[in-house]
């Protein structure tokens, strides 16, 4: 089911589809924020008849409608999404950086204020399926960062109603709103701004091609956390490894989207022909089968290397969403990865522990950005403020050395607002 490659015919041949490789596609996602940024609700709400097939009077979700959502749901469920919320508070809070100022011996204070930023929104999916789970993973560290609003946009099911999960997470991590709408509409509706829909400083969270592309055009305007578009998994196995457990592990991502993207590099030629059936097998039993199998078939592959060191070069040249180690010394491989959003170590640590409950976030970079970004944490939601005070004993110090690096720029103003304390504090003959 998956494509098959050698290490070789693999890096020559294979290319990736990154965000820059869907003119149509973007220039959808440019038509909609344009429309949403002129019409506001009315927009929002026409876009959400085309694309989710829903007609709403409002996009707020009621106090009713979160009565009715924890009325509906199981309640051990419910308690399970209570305990992963309490493992990511936990993980999440030790990410939080304090402000610091420290005051040294020469007259000089130097430090940096971390506040946070003042509203924030975070995308929920929900096109296909549900996804309670990102509702704790976006909302939690935005509340651990000190985020004033947070607010949440989600798309409406096929009645109009919102997936009584959804909502009771949204309680749970402390959301203060909840808006109907998904896709490119619900992104521009919280970068601009409409009549019911804030406008916040930052947005986060996950979504398919039309989410990821309207956040990576409204960035810059408004804050993003990262691209964090469909799905990856890469599963680097060696002959230790079981055949079902990396076919479930792959098919645990295929299974997002048509556009997930699941790899096994593996250095076991029995590994591959193996996994080839239990792939086949297995899909078979899954709800979402059509979606993973053209996931596999489109987006996944299947490579044989000669040796570890060849798969681990793999690994960080496709910086994968997730990246599973499934070897007999998978702790020895982690030392040589330098990009993948998340990494989980041995057989029994599948990729969904993470999606679900361990703590740290599932709001990761897809398509390759895992070069250059990070996982979602405290961090996206604050600000870092730097904090500078010179006495007048410091200033007189420095200050020739300062007009010099102004001079040799061609920046006489800046040289001139040194000098004139310089030479007051000359006249005047002291540095008090
Ligand atoms: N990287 C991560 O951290 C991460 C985490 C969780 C989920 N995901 C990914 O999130 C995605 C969820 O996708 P989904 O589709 O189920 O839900 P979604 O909420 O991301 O997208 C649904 C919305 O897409 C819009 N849309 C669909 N077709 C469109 C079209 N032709 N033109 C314009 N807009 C269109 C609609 O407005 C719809 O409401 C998957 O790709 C999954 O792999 C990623
Ligand atoms: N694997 C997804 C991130 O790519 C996160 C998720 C949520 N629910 C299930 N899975
Ligand atoms: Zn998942």
């Not at 490789?21 to 026409?46: C, F, K, S």
């Not at 960035?219 to 490894?241: N, R």
């Not at 709800?287 to 044989?304: F, H, N, P, T």
């Amino acid at each position: 089911m998956l494509r098959e490659f050698d290490g070789r015919t693999f890096r020559e041949t294979f290319t990736r589809a990154g965000f820059d490789d869907y003119p149509e596609a973007t220039q959808a996602v440019r038509d909609i924020l344009a429309e949403v940024n002129q019409r506001g609700d009315e927009a929002v709400l026409e876009y959400t008849r085309k694309f989710d097939g829903v007609e709403l009077e409002t996009l707020l979700v009621s106090e009713e409608e979160f009565a009715a959502a924890e009325e509906a749901v199981d309640p051990e469920v419910r308690q399970s999404l209570v305990e992963a919320a309490e493992n990511i508070r936990d993980f999440h809070r030790r990410q939080v950086q304090n402000s610091w100022l420290e005051h040294q011996a020469d007259g000089v204070a130097l430090g940096q204020r971390v506040t946070a930023v003042e509203k924030a929104g975070a995308y929920v999916p929900g096109g296909g399926a549900a996804y309670p789970s990102s509702v704790l993973m976006t909302v939690i560290p935005a509340r651990v960062a000190g985020v004033e609003k947070v607010v949440l946009v989600t798309p409406p099911q096929a009645g109009g109603e919102i997936n009584p999960y959804t909502l009771v997470a949204a309680k749970i991590a402390g959301a203060d709103a909840v808006y109907k709408c998904g896709g490119a509409q619900a992104v521009a509706a919280l970068a601009y701004g409409t009549e019911t829909v804030p406008k916040v400083d930052k947005i986060v969270g996950p979504g398919n091609l039309y989410v990821t592309l309207a956040k990576r055009e409204v960035s810059g305007m408004v804050g993003i956390d990262m691209l964090a578009g469909p799905s990856e998994v890469l599963v680097v196995a060696d002959a230790s490894a079981r055949a079902d457990f990396v076919a479930a592990d792959l098919l645990s991502q295929a299974e997002h989207d048509v556009m997930a993207a699941s790899y096994c590099v593996t250095t076991s030629a029995r590994l591959a022909l193996d996994l080839q059936k239990e792939l086949k097998r297995q899909c078979a039993q899954l709800e979402r089968c059509d979606v993973a199998r053209e996931s596999l078939q489109q987006q996944g592959a299947l490579v044989i290397v000669d040796s570890l060191d060849e798969a681990l070069e793999i690994v960080n040249e496709l910086a994968p969403e997730h990246l599973e180690l499934q070897l007999s010394e998978p702790w020895e491989a982690l030392g040589k990865v330098k990009n993948a959003g998340a990494v989980f170590v041995g057989p029994y640590t599948p990729e969904p522990v993470g999606d679900y409950w361990a703590g740290p976030n599932h709001v990761l970079p897809t398509a390759g950005a895992g070069r250059f970004s990070s996982v979602l944490s405290v961090d996206d939601f604050v600000k870092k403020t730097s904090v500078i005070y010179y006495s007048p004993q410091a200033l007189l110090k420095s200050a020739q050395k300062i007009e010099g690096l102004a001079r040799v720029e061609g920046l006489t103003a800046h040289g001139q607002a040194v000098k004139i304390r310089r030479e007051y504090l000359e006249e005047k003959g002291s540095g008090n």
